[in-house]
């Protein structure tokens, strides 16, 4: 190859080393006998000066993410947690008599896996009979009220073939379901059913070949587990575990959190769910748990009766929802009734409803008109995105009002009323105790008063095109945009350039303290300073008024105290720091837009229902908490997720099904109070190995990573981090016991295989912005930015944040960027995120789901270069770029392909941005943070590379 003896050129022999989609099986010698590695090693590219650049920079700059998150309020939940929390002592002491135990006859007990089984079997049989059954519910319930005492953690990846029908059982190699009788059948040889990895630092025994970095296990596409026959779809609930343990003994040995990931709403099924319809008897439920007919119901009696799934109570069949049976016994309309044939429904409400009236969909826009706000562009771009989505506001629905309110040092009202041929302005200087001045005309419907509002959205920029004031009132804003949409709720939407300096919920800058040496402290920069907002916010919620927060204030905003505005009202968070029209304006125009344009349900409130045995003990998200169970949301929307911790109720779990029910009860934007139904269902287990195989890695990293980062918001980030890998500790040390060709392995890392991307994700998840470092390695707006995107994203989308995506663009097949037989583009293969494959010849592109990141070598190919920018050549790092349009020119066709199809892919509620860095200058340092199996500066904690990582978690694994 030319040039291949000069320090930073391309080598080919590069690309051996670059991972497709998805992963193949895990290399490497184990007991499951499964075949060689797909990847040889490969002599590493030349590096050129990008190398040193790495190893000096790597891990010292951190990308900013838009985030959101929620500390639930329990109330009444206490006492609910009480009646589960029992003492953890006995059952501790019971485990160590069964590891002495076991200690004096290891020879014989942990020779064979049945017979291990049924030692702690026995050992948790006598835990549960002398009262220590519910030891893990004390532990659960503590992590979710923010207590000291670990807490559930977990994760793993098992994939079914593409393909597989829903409810199919997955192969029995790896994680999969045994192939026998039975709901789950008998579990195959536990003893064969393993993966492991070599960590030796040289030669094993018998020249045995050391660690070798390309057999570690990485994520290609994630692939959710299928819910059983007749459940819902994954993309609306997906289990961290997709069984349950019988008992809390099992649970406690299992040491994984038992989980759900909720998002009731998906991006575009407004159109696809169908809608069951009932008689004049409404909407047939349960008596006792009030849980809605689902296609697991039985129907006895000839069809007269039918027995509730979750409760086993048999109820009465309304005469007008009444139909025979077939010999099987299933109804003869079934077909016909979405509701019995599908785990996913939509119901029409009654009256029975209806706590009052449904209300119109409302939008009151708060808008700062001080100078950074005016100077920046901030407020024009504002008011442009708002003009440009009035027409699809008032084709949602006729009902839609609208109201505007501005502020500085003072509060300005706008009388906009359709018989008005200006809107009258109103200016209220009074910040400590502010008033609506006529509250009847601030909020107008939209389609009356549409002349009025262009006038003002033509006016108020101009109006303000001088100004000096550099004051924020924006806590005298909040409640005076309250008082005038309370009596109607809908959504407000603040936004905010500065730290507010007046009135209440005024701020000062608290980020010096950060400089303090009172390492206990540091977390009490991560929460709010007082509880203005957080009192605005309950108010709000109870008013059905959701509140979204755009701010765009630096260096330091204080997002730690506004936060919690959207976090209790189910609102969403964006931050533009620094912002320009040319970095930020289009991604701010885009994302504004989708909020005001996409589905949104209004008034709504959520709950999910499990059978005798489970309860429902604690959330996480953004949402209100009402009545132990109820989740507040004021306005909701697909682009939402929520966790929901699944524990042991007081009585056993009698049956080898248990089920899961959500509903989601809004009202639509055209005036209809509809509830949103998913119902599944579960296997329940008494063989841990069921539990293991059971594992869905996508759904554990990123159940994970939200209970890690709601954590760092209460305790130092070291706490945060070690409560993450303690369980992911204690369940490898669990599963290597219970393995008896485990426990002879020399230097491997044990595992089940569907959990061998568990480490990789915890990995990530501590290296993120969330969580990484000391407190004054990232800057804490970012951070929290950060953890709120944790919080409130789905299961794609915090897989993606955790460990991007990243394409080498210039050593390409020449498929990549061109059409399949489905007319979908082929991306290129993914490429290790690891500056050791970083080729200074080389064009690589990192998406994680909230930015495009493209990495210019100083090497590369000027015909590279001209072919994709044009002759002008790349633009600098601190705008937006948009890549010329030339369909002559092969090289740029396919890349815009590519970068297009990753933006149709992404979650419609971001826009990527791309941005343009080259090697050597200062700007690089954004690409540092993504390479995420990097080493990363020495003086920062948890920033050990991947190989080091394994090998800690292998040490403490066999201690």
């Not at 407000?492 to 300096?501: A, D, E, I, K, Y």
């Not at 080389?842 to 990495?855: K, P």
């Amino acid at each position: 190859v030319p040039g291949a003896g000069v320090p930073g050129a391309y080598n080919p022999a590069q690309n051996q080393q670059q991972f497709q989609q998805p992963m193949p099986g895990l290399p490497g010698a184990h007991a499951g006998g499964m075949g060689p590695p797909p990847h040889a090693p490969a002599p590493g590219g030349a590096r050129g000066g990008t190398a040193d650049a790495i190893d000096a920079r790597r891990g010292t700059a951190a990308d900013g993410r838009c985030a959101g998150t929620y500390d639930a309020e329990r109330g009444a939940d206490g006492a609910d947690d009480d009646e589960c929390r029992t003492a953890t002592d006995g059952a501790a002491a019971a485990r160590s008599a069964a590891d002495a135990a076991a200690a004096a006859t290891a020879t014989t007990v942990w020779r064979s896996a049945d017979v291990a089984r049924d030692a702690w079997d026995g050992v948790c049989g006598r835990c549960a009979a002398h009262g220590w059954a519910n030891a893990d519910d004390d532990a659960s319930a503590s992590a979710w009220d923010g207590a000291d005492a670990p807490w559930a953690a977990g994760t793993g990846m098992g994939q079914m073939p593409p393909g597989a029908p829903m409810g199919a059982p997955a192969p029995a190699q790896g994680m999969g379901y045994p192939q026998a009788p039975g709901p789950y059948g008998q579990s195959m040889s536990f003893v064969e059913d393993f993966a492991s990895l070599n960590l030796a630092p040289g030669g094993g025994p018998g020249g045995e070949p050391g660690m070798d970095p390309a057999t570690f296990p990485r994520p290609g596409d994630d692939q959710p587990r299928p819910n059983m026959e007749l459940s819902c779809d994954p993309k609306y609930m997906r289990l961290t575990c997709g069984v349950l343990p019988a008992n809390p003994s099992l649970k406690t040995r299992f040491s994984m959190p038992i989980g759900c990931i909720v998002q009731p709403l998906c991006p575009g099924d407004e159109h696809v769910v169908k809608t069951a319809h009932f008689g004049s008897s409404g909407i047939v439920r349960c008596r006792r748990c009030r849980t809605y007919i689902n296609p697991f119901v039985q129907f006895t009696d000839g069809g007269r009766r039918f027995r509730c799934n979750v409760c086993a109570l048999p109820n009465e069949v309304p005469v007008d929802y009444f139909c025979t049976l077939d010999a099987n016994g299933v109804r003869r309309d079934i077909a016909e009734r979405p509701e019995l044939n599908s785990g996913t429904v939509e119901f029409l409400a009654s009256q029975e409803y209806m706590v009052r009236p449904p209300m119109p969909p409302a939008y009151f826009f708060v808008l700062d008109v001080s100078h950074t706000s005016v100077n920046s562009g901030f407020l024009k771009k504002t008011v442009e995105t708002i003009r440009a989505s009035l027409d699809a506001l008032e084709k949602k629905s006729e009902r839609t009002q609208i109201g505007f309110l501005t502020y500085d040092s003072t509060l300005h009202f706008y009388s906009l009323k359709a018989n008005q041929s200006q809107p009258q302005m109103m200016v209220v200087a009074e910040l400590d105790d502010p008033f609506c001045p006529m509250p009847d005309d601030l909020l107008v419907n939209l389609a009356e008063s549409r002349t009025v509002i262009d006038a003002f959205l033509d006016m108020v920029c101009t109006s303000f095109a001088q100004t000096q004031n550099m004051e924020s009132a924006m806590g005298p804003a909040i409640q005076a945009a309250f008082m005038a949409m309370s009596h109607v709720g809908g959504k407000l939407l603040v936004f905010q350039s500065c730290l507010p300096t007046l009135g209440s919920g005024r701020l000062v800058n608290r980020d010096d303290t950060r400089a303090s040496t009172d390492a206990t402290r540091e977390h009490l920069l991560r929460g709010p300073v007082d509880g203005f907002f957080k009192k605005m916010s309950a108010e709000c919620s109870r008013q059905q008024i959701c509140i979204d927060l755009y701010s765009i204030a630096a260096p330091y905003s204080d997002l730690a105290s506004m936060a919690v505005l959207c976090k209790y009202t189910g609102g969403e968070l964006r931050h533009y720091p620094g912002f320009t029209l040319e970095k930020d304006g289009f991604k701010f125009e885009k994302e504004l837009r989708n909020n005001l344009e996409r589905f949104t349900a209004w008034e709504a409130v959520c709950r999910v229902r499990c059978s005798r045995g489970f309860r429902i003990c604690a959330f996480n998200g953004h949402f209100f908490i009402r009545s132990m169970d109820l989740l507040a949301l004021p306005a909701t929307d697909g682009d939402k997720a929520y966790g929901v911790h699944i524990a042991h109720d007081e009585v056993v779990p009698s049956t080898n099904i248990s089920y899961l029910q959500c509903a989601l009860l809004y009202t639509s934007a055209e005036g209809e109070r509809r509830i949103r139904v998913h119902t599944m269902a579960v296997p329940v287990v008494t063989d841990i190995a069921e539990m293991y195989r059971a594992v869905d890695g996508g759904a554990m990293g990123a159940f994970m990573a939200r209970l890690g980062a709601e954590r760092s918001l209460t305790v130092r980030l070291q706490d945060a981090r070690e409560a993450v890998m303690s369980k992911l500790v204690a369940t490898l040390r669990e599963f290597k016991l219970l393995n008896t060709q485990a426990s002879r392995a020399f230097n491997r890392l044990i595992y089940p295989e569907s959990m061998k991307l568990l480490p990789l994700f915890m990995f990530a998840a501590c290296k993120s912005s969330a969580l990484r470092g000391h407190a004054r390695d990232v800057p804490v707006d970012q951070r929290i930015a950060s953890v709120f995107d944790f919080m409130s994203a789905s299961t794609d989308d915090i897989l993606k944040l955790l460990y991007p995506s990243m394409y080498a663009l210039h050593s390409m097949p020449k498929e990549s960027g061109t059409k399949d037989e489905y007319e979908r583009v082929i991306l290129p293969p993914r490429t290790v995120l690891a500056g050791e494959r970083i080729d200074a010849r080389g064009a690589y592109l990192v998406d994680d789901g909230r930015r495009l990141l493209l990495w210019l070598g100083k090497m590369l190919e000027p015909s590279f270069v001209s072919a994709v920018f044009g002759p002008q050549g790349p633009p600098s790092a601190d705008v937006d770029c948009v890549l010329p349009a030339d369909d002559a020119n092969d090289v740029s066709k396919r890349v815009r392909a590519i970068i297009e199809d990753i933006r149709a892919r992404a979650s419609r509620a971001r826009h990527l941005a791309l941005t343009v860095v080259i090697q050597g200058h200062p700007s690089e340092t954004q690409l540092f943070p993504y390479l995420v199996e990097d080493r990363g500066a020495a003086n920062v904690d948890g920033a050990s590379s991947y190989a080091d990582f394994l090998v800690s978690v292998h040490r403490q694994v066999s201690a």
